[in-house]
């Protein structure tokens, strides 16, 4: 299995910048994709952005430009880079692996992002 612990949340004025961080442990060599999925009261869990382990992204509509995503492969560590926050990026962050031949899910407990002034 794949855990995956989340840090970073917090609280941000609007057009601020924060930096998200995941660190994943376990069957970590079995990981094929990785990325972060946001959710607010009352709605779906939605996806911000993915990576592979080849380094290709992907991005939602909504953070395209304004959000960036890495790996540091040597530390098993994901990073979710926001910048220009809105109002609207307010919600709980969670961090995803996809690992297996058959792109098991792992998830993060969630960290809570809340863009206000």
């Known amino acids: 299995q794949v855990q995956l612990v989340e840090s970073g949340g917090g609280l941000v004025q609007p057009g601020g910048s924060l930096r998200l961080s995941c660190a994943a442990s376990?069957?970590?060599?079995?990981?094929?994709?990785m990325g972060w999925y946001r959710q607010e009261p009352g709605k779906e869990r939605e996806l911000v952005a993915t990576?592979?382990?080849?380094?290709?992204?992907n991005y939602a509509d909504s953070v395209k430009g304004r959000f960036f995503i890495s790996t540091d492969n040597a530390k098993n560590m994901v990073y979710l880079q926001m910048n220009s926050l809105k109002a609207e990026d307010t919600a709980v962050y969670y961090c995803?692996?996809?690992?297996?031949?058959?792109?098991?899910?792992?998830w993060g407990q969630g960290t809570l992002v809340t863009v206000s002034s």
């Open positions: 990576i592979t382990m080849g380094g290709n992204t």
């Open positions: 995803n692996a996809k690992y297996n031949y058959n792109n098991l899910d792992a």
């Open positions: 376990g069957i970590i060599f079995r990981i094929n994709a």
